[in-house]
């Protein structure tokens, strides 16, 4: 086979291989680690309001 030619099993192959999901694995977190800081001259209070807010 010349390179670059059609290759129907290997096409086949790939489709199988990318159509088949993984489902076996945990996706949540369940430890957290690091530190946010914030500067600014809002208070806590002001930020929880906010946050608040924007969730609703």
């Not at 199988?16 to 209070?45: L, P, Q």
Request: proline share 0%.
């Amino acid at each position: 086979m010349s390179m670059g030619a059609y290759d129907d099993d290997e096409h086949e192959r790939r489709e199988r291989k990318n159509g088949a999901v993984d489902t076996d694995f945990d996706d949540d977190r369940t430890v957290y680690r690091g530190s946010v800081e914030y500067e600014g001259d809002e208070s806590t209070e002001a930020l929880l309001d906010q946050f608040k807010q924007l969730q609703g």
